[in-house]
């Protein structure tokens, strides 16, 4: 057994050979044996090397399991919004952890999380969106670990993994839109024709206050919603990203109904409520998914729209008419321009609009004289 004051190679029993070496006055092994000696003192060359240059990597660092660790994740982030939070707690329960959680994060590695992934698609459920979200928080704990110095890289490099690919939303009609303002119960017509053409997210409607409404000079501003957790609970907070702070525009076409809504809905006074529930408190989801499912049947309307898309179908509208992708992330409130482009990119009006200005284009140059090859 040749052995030094920092690290020694002896040979087992089996035949093979054993590494060991110091760090910190501890005696650690290498994490496998070596079938022969020349193998193991380039192991413990290469970890002298990582010493010395500070890349060394404890492996026994990483033996506490990811069910321990994605708690202790989750508790390091107290600022977390509230659904959030809601939504990793149930991304872990019910998706990562059951097949995962035992595992440390030592032995967690690509094959691994490919595998986990594979059998949730052969599965059928959850949905995709619902496993690229389970992919990319699994991806933020790992990232986090190897932040820690538990782990030497992220086990998670599948690539597309992360990406949602959503089913593409149905829009309304303009006409649609207010055959469904007329069949809904009066003190939500205006709440539909906002969500609608200012593009507001059911939570900002929700949060939605008297001083925030300004009818002179035909803008509202977003400065708050409220989220409604699984248990019923209301919160209070501002948008999810700093873009969600913003001041919308209103259609002149909306501001008598807003006028009207008002008048006969909303208590005096600049914090009153725009759209307070019957009982004068801010309204629930399951409300006004009632009365949005009684309207869609009086106004003979496919019950497969939602609430929310009315704000989808605003935002194509607002792509139509030719605004910029910064002027639709500032409408909507995104932080990324992706939405926006997707808006962009899906409005097929405005795209055989284009067409024929390029064909009168042409037109007018073959008019002019201009000769074709």
């Given amino acids: 057994m040749g052995r030094s004051r920092w690290g020694s190679v002896r040979k087992l029993p089996?035949?093979?050979?054993?590494?060991?070496?110091?760090?910190?006055?501890?005696?650690r092994s290498a994490p496998t044996t070596f079938r022969t000696k020349g193998d193991a003192d380039s192991f413990l060359a290469a970890t002298r090397a990582d010493?010395?240059?500070?890349?060394?990597?404890?492996?026994?660092?990483?033996?506490?399991?990811?069910?321990?660790?994605?708690?202790?994740?989750?508790?390091?982030?107290?600022n977390l919004r509230p659904r959030t939070g809601e939504l990793y707690d149930g991304l872990l329960r019910l998706h990562i952890l059951p097949a995962l959680?035992?595992?440390?994060?030592?032995?967690?590695?690509?094959?691994?999380?490919?595998?986990?992934?594979?059998d949730l698609i052969k599965a059928g459920r959850p949905g995709p969106s619902t496993i690229a979200k389970s992919y990319r928080l699994l991806h933020a704990i790992c990232a986090t670990a190897v932040e820690d110095s538990l782990i030497p890289k992220n086990p998670c490099t599948l690539k597309g993994a992360a990406v949602e690919r959503p089913v593409e939303r149905p829009t309304a009609t303009i006409g649609q839109v207010y055959a469904i303002a007329d069949a809904i119960e009066p003190r939500y017509r205006a709440m539909v024709l906002l969500a609608t053409f200012c593009g507001l997210r059911l939570?900002?409607?929700?949060?939605?206050?008297?001083?925030?409404?300004?009818?002179?000079?035909?803008?509202?501003?977003?400065?708050?919603?409220?989220?409604?957790?699984?248990?019923?609970?209301l919160v209070l907070g501002p948008p999810k990203t700093d873009a969600g702070r913003r001041t919308v525009a209103i259609p002149d076409a909306v501001i008598a109904d807003l006028e009207s809504h008002l008048a006969a809905w909303?208590?005096?006074?600049?914090?009153?409520?725009?759209?307070?529930?019957?009982?004068?408190?801010?309204?629930?989801?399951?409300?006004?998914?009632?009365?949005?499912?009684?309207?869609?049947?009086?106004?003979?309307?496919?019950?497969?729209?939602?609430?929310?898309?009315?704000?989808?179908?605003?935002?194509?509208?607002?792509?139509?008419?030719?605004?910029?992708?910064?002027?639709?992330?500032?409408?909507?409130?995104?932080?990324?321009?992706r939405a926006a482009l997707i808006y962009q990119h899906a409005t097929a009006d405005r795209d055989a609009e284009i067409a024929a200005r390029i064909s009168a284009m042409i037109n007018r140059q073959t008019t002019d004289g201009i000769t074709q090859d």
């Fill in 266 to 337: 909303c208590d005096p006074g600049p914090d009153a409520l725009v759209f307070p529930g019957a009982t004068g408190q801010p309204f629930r989801v399951a409300t006004v998914q009632a009365v949005w499912r009684r309207a869609l049947k009086a106004a003979s309307i496919d019950t497969a729209l939602r609430f929310h898309d009315l704000r989808h179908t605003g935002n194509t509208l607002a792509a139509s008419t030719g605004a910029s992708t910064k002027e639709l992330m500032a409408r909507m409130g995104h932080a990324s321009p």
């Fill in 101 to 118: 959680g035992d595992r440390s994060l030592a032995r967690l590695t690509t094959p691994l999380v490919r595998s986990w992934r594979a």
């Fill in 51 to 78: 010493l010395e240059r500070g890349t060394w990597h404890d492996p026994t660092a990483g033996e506490i399991t990811l069910a321990d660790y994605s708690r202790r994740w989750l508790s390091d982030r107290p």
């Fill in 14 to 27: 089996s035949g093979r050979y054993q590494a060991r070496y110091r760090v910190d006055g501890a005696w």
């Fill in 203 to 233: 939570g900002e409607l929700r949060a939605l206050r008297r001083r925030h409404v300004d009818l002179t000079n035909r803008k509202v501003s977003v400065i708050e919603q409220y989220q409604q957790l699984s248990d019923g609970t």
